[in-house]
C-alpha cells in the first residue's frame, strides 16, 4: 500500500473519503523475464494513493524496491493492521446490508466502497474467489475484528449461512471448482501460459515486457489445465511448476500437477496441471502418481 507512513492505516483509509473506489484489476506482477510473482489488485484510493493486495507480499515488497527508480513513492505492508472476511453465495448482497449500515446494492463488480458497520469504518470490496455472480469481501481495522465475525455469525446464523473455516476447502476446493487459479498454479509461469494474456496492455511499459512479447510472439510451450480424478482415494501432489507428481501419457512425462483436491459442488476429484503443448491436450488420459487422470477445461461448474 502506498501511503503517508506516520499515519495508521485507518486514518490513511478514512482520507479516501465516503465515495465509490475506483479499482484497477491487475492480474500479472511480473519480473524482467516476464514470469508472474505474483497475482494482484491494485485499487486507486485517491490521486497518489493506492491499496495492492496479493500473496506473496515479501515479493511485492522486493519488487517494488527494486523498480522504484527515481520515482517518490512509498510504501509498506499493512496485513496485520487489516482483517478481511468473505461473504460469497445468492444470497451474500442479503447478508452484507445486514451487517453494514448502508445497503451496498449499487456496487458494481471489482469496485470498493467505504461503509460503516454498526458506526464502525469497514470497507467493502464486490469480488471473490467462488466463481458466483454476487460475492463480497469485508475489511475493518484488525482491533475490530472480533465485532465483525460476531455481527456476520448473528446475520449469518438467520440466513443459514454456513461459516467455511477448513483452508483447502475455502481456498482449494472453491477457486478450483470455479476455474480459478492460486499462485500455486501460476508462479513463475507466462502469462501466456495461464490465460492471463488478456489482461496486458501492450500500449504501456512494464517490467517483463520485452520476454512477453516473445512468448507471444512465438507461443507458449505450455499450458495449465484442468484434471479430474475418477478414484475417490487418489492421492496427488500440487505444487509451483517443478514441485508437483508428474504426468505420463504413454510412459512419457508431460507435465506436472499443480494442485489437486475434491470439488464437493461437482462431486469429483479434480485438479490443475501444467501441461507441454506438443506432448497432450484436453481430452487425453494421463497417469499421475499412479491414478489415471483425464485432462479438461479448467472450471468444472
Known sequence: MIDRPDDTAAEQYARSGGFALKTYFMDCMLNEDGLIIDDTIVTHLTDDYYWVSGLYVQDQLNWFKANKGEFNVEFRDITDEWKMYSVQGPDSLELVNAVVDTPVDDLKFFRMQDNTMDGTLVKVARAG??????????????????????????????????????????????????????????????????????????????????????????GAKRKLVGFTVADNDALIYGG?????????????????????????TCDKNIGYAMIDVDKAAIGDTATINGYEAVLTEKQFI
Open 129 to 218: 474467489y467462488t466463481g458466483e455472480k454476487r460475492g463480497y469481501e469485508i475489511y475493518i481495522a484488525a482491533a475490530q475484528e472480533a465485532a465483525l465475525v460476531a455481527k456476520l455469525e448473528e446475520k449469518g446464523n438467520a440466513m443459514n449461512a454456513c461459516h467455511v473455516t477448513k483452508l483447502d476447502v475455502m481456498v482449494m476446493t472453491l477457486a478450483a471448482e470455479a476455474g480459478f487459479v492460486l499462485m500455486m498454479d501460476i508462479y513463475k509461469a507466462s502469462p501466456f501460459e495461464v490465460g492471463f494474456e488478456k489482461t496486458i496492455d501492450w500500449s504501456k511499459d512494464f517490467v517483463g515486457k520485452e520476454a512477453a512479447a516473445k512468448v507471444r510472439d512465438q
Open 240 to 264: 509451483p511448476l517443478t514441485k508437483g507428481n508428474p504426468l505420463l501419457k504413454d510412459g512419457k512425462m508431460v507435465g506436472r500437477a499443480t494442485k489437486c483436491t475434491h470439488g464437493f
